[in-house]
């Protein structure tokens, strides 16, 4: 006897197979971050922990092409340290728009820096912008003249020049 087939179909108990999930892509290190550290930085950095300056992560130092490493602060200051060199150069911005330098062994003389460039009053070169104190002060030690004193001044001036001869060969 022969088996009848059946067109009918069998419930399976297995899971149908679906396509194989992807899988997460790797996290990427962003470009910015340094591949590693290097020694200059780590020496500026115990350096200036040793320095007692505010402290620096050792990634906030930037290594310059010149072997010197560079860390700036929030209010514009910029520190240098050299290898092999004892202390710090600072630059520290005063108001005027030139920027000072001094060298630097501890966090006092840093703070003593930064406020000798904040109270700067030297011109640098740049002509002098008034605030209003020192306007107020200014027009108080003018005196204010009329238009026939300035005349009479003119005058007066004028009188005074006579004019010279040429000196003779």
Same mark, same amino acid.
């Given at each position: 006897?022969?088996?009848?087939?059946?067109?009918?179909?069998?419930?399976?108990?297995?899971?149908?197979?679906?396509?194989?999930?992807?899988?997460?892509?790797?996290?990427v290190?962003p470009?910015?971050s340094?591949?590693f550290?290097?020694?200059?930085?780590?020496?500026?950095?115990?350096?200036?922990?040793?320095?007692?300056?505010?402290?620096?992560?050792?990634?906030?130092?930037?290594?310059?092409?010149?072997?010197?490493?560079?860390?700036?602060f929030?209010?514009?200051?910029?520190?240098?340290?050299?290898?092999?060199?004892?202390?710090?150069? $600072?630059? *520290?911005?005063?108001?005027?728009? /030139?920027?000072h330098?001094?060298? @630097? #062994?501890? &966090?006092?003389?840093? +703070?003593? =820096?930064?406020?000798?460039?904040?109270?700067?009053?030297?011109?640098?070169?740049?002509?002098?912008?008034?605030?209003?104190?020192?306007? $107020?002060? *200014?027009?108080?030690?003018?005196? /204010?003249?009329?238009?026939n004193? @300035? #005349?009479? &001044?003119?005058?007066? +001036?004028? =009188?005074?020049?006579?004019?010279?001869?040429?000196?003779?060969?």
């Amino acid at each position: 006897m022969s088996r009848k087939s059946s067109t009918k179909q069998r419930p399976s108990s297995a899971p149908k197979k679906t396509a194989a999930p992807t899988r997460a892509a790797l996290p990427v290190r962003p470009h910015t971050s340094p591949e590693f550290i290097t020694e200059h930085q780590i020496r500026a950095a115990y350096a200036a922990r040793l320095a007692e300056l505010p402290l620096i992560p050792i990634t906030a130092w930037t290594p310059q092409p010149d072997g010197t490493v560079r860390a700036h602060f929030p209010s514009g200051t910029t520190l240098t340290h050299t290898p092999n060199t004892p202390g710090f150069d $600072a630059l *520290t911005p005063c108001p005027n728009g /030139a920027t000072h330098h001094h060298h @630097i #062994a501890n &966090g006092h003389e840093l +703070r003593h =820096a930064a406020a000798a460039a904040a109270h700067c009053t030297q011109l640098h070169g740049r002509p002098r912008t008034l605030t209003l104190a020192q306007a $107020a002060t *200014t027009t108080a030690d003018t005196q /204010a003249l009329t238009r026939n004193d @300035i #005349a009479t &001044g003119l005058a007066n +001036r004028a =009188a005074d020049e006579t004019p010279k001869e040429h000196p003779q060969p």
